[in-house]
């Protein structure tokens, strides 16, 4: 309709990173903070999702940010597990994070996800911003609690400022290795060329004003034309997950990204066939953070307003599929909608061929990451898929007419008993990594092996 206001919603900010170095401590740190400032119901828990309104920001950023500066809401962090580094980050054939903080242990530097995690927002055009994460466990040092950096490091021995620096031009370097020019944030004048690195302790505090800051700045600088939108429209969003809802059956983790969805409306979502038409039976949120860590309960809601993380609960959801477009169908028509995500699930290429291996993976973003790997490294696909490794994955693996392609590549899924009984008997090789290129590398290292 002609009256739609452009409203500002707030930016998504992916926070990814290798496995334990400290992504959830840093959003449970930022969390913290504000529970024990008092500032009740400041932050809200969504669905793989912590929303921090501006207020908050400015006051955990202190010094550092002053509210009048921006116009943008807050940030809405999702926290993805180190091994599912990019699987949420799809949207639009895009990215579904505006933004993101790469997480990195200081003392661990560049790991296998991190690099994955790099890779995705070298293809996606992410802008982000590098927390060199656990300063507290340099040698020597001397926590400060939740202050700025320079605060701190001014704070610090000769000694451990010299030993961190080390480590830092050391991350640095290792980023230039991955075509990022990088430097120390506050030395970065334009961060549309340079990526900042922000010294963080996710533990003791320091650094986290900081990367609110950055954050909160990068948003305002390079994503206020795209955080305009009609919040009334239909409600646009991706995947993060399916799920059994205890009294509610299947239902779907969304960060909505766009427009509203309301308890009665019609949605469409991207599953492993074709795309599911459903009604919603119900929008579920988690109460208040302090209910939350202790019980877990949702509360059922009326509507739901990007950018924000839900869960709808309907019938059919089964074959759902994570990482896929979920679309409100409101006055539009069905059809019309079906063929927007049909079109959307297209975008997202993955190519696949006469001869070749086949590819299981828990999300269409891996998925694809996957594939893009496998074609890097010129080994064909015949079967791509979302979803654990089943008896039918090993039939039509062990159709393929060339030994070396009598192979199940399998990311971040289960392999199903009878699936796996079937490979033993069939001699045909079942390959699972959490890790993409470690996937592919031991798949041709079998390969050189079995052809030596
Ligand atoms: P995954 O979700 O498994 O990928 O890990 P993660 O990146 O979320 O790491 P998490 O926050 O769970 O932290 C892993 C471990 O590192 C925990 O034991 C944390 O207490 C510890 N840790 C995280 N940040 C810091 C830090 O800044 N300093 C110190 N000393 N320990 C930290
Ligand atoms: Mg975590």
Request: charged share 25%.
């Amino acid at each position: 309709d002609g009256d739609a206001v452009a409203t500002l919603r707030t930016p998504i900010v992916a926070v990814l990173g290798h496995v334990d170095h400290g992504k959830t401590t840093l959003l449970d740190r930022i969390r913290g903070s504000t529970v024990t400032d008092g500032e009740a119901g400041a932050i809200t828990q969504h669905i793989g999702a912590t929303a921090v309104p501006l207020e908050t920001v400015s006051e955990l950023a202190g010094s550092l940010v002053d509210p009048t500066d921006f116009d943008l809401p807050g940030l809405l962090f999702i926290d993805t597990p180190g091994h599912h580094s990019f699987s949420t980050l799809r949207s639009r054939g895009g990215a579904l994070a505006d933004i993101a903080v790469l997480v990195v242990d200081v003392n661990d530097g560049f790991q296998p996800q991190t690099i994955e995690a790099i890779d995705i927002l070298q293809r996606t055009e992410t802008p982000f911003v590098v927390a060199a994460n656990k300063i507290d466990t340099v040698p020597g040092w001397n926590p400060q609690g939740d202050v700025p950096i320079q605060e701190s490091y001014d704070a610090q021995s000769d000694r451990a400022r010299e030993t961190l620096d080390e480590r830092l031009y050391e991350l640095i370097g290792e980023l230039a290795d991955h075509d990022f020019s990088a430097d120390m944030y506050w030395r970065v004048q334009n961060f549309a060329n340079n990526v900042g690195v922000v010294p963080t302790s996710a533990e003791t505090g320091e650094g986290v004003p900081d990367v609110l800051t950055v954050l909160m700045g990068l948003s305002q600088r390079y994503l206020k034309d795209a955080m305009a939108i009609d919040v009334e429209g239909p409600g646009a969003g991706t995947v993060l997950e399916v799920k059994d809802q205890k009294g509610f059956g299947t239902a779907i983790d969304v960060v909505l990204y766009d427009g509203t969805v309301r308890a009665d409306d019609t949605v469409v979502v991207g599953s492993t066939g074709e795309p599911i038409v459903t009604d919603v039976r119900a929008l579920l949120q988690p109460r208040p953070l302090a209910e939350i860590r202790t019980e877990k309960r949702f509360e059922q809601v009326d509507a739901v307003s990007a950018a924000a993380g839900l869960k709808i609960a309907a019938p059919d959801l089964d074959d759902a599929m994570a990482g896929a477009p979920v679309r409100v169908v409101r006055d539009r028509s069905r059809e019309e909608v079906v063929q927007e995500v049909q079109e959307e699930l297209a975008a997202i290429g993955v190519t696949t061929e006469e001869e070749g291996v086949v590819v299981k993976a828990d999300t269409l973003g891996s998925l694809e990451a996957v594939a893009n790997t496998l074609d890097e490294a010129e080994i064909p696909i015949v079967r791509a898929e979302v979803g654990d490794v089943a008896p039918r994955d090993v039939t039509v693996a062990s159709t393929a007419d060339e030994e070396r392609h009598e192979t199940v590549l399998a990311f971040s899924v289960d392999v199903l008993d009878n699936a796996e009984r079937q490979a033993d008997e069939g001699d045909i090789r079942i390959f699972e990594s959490d890790v993409i290129y470690r996937l592919v590398e031991e798949y041709e290292e079998f390969i050189a092996e079995r052809e030596r």
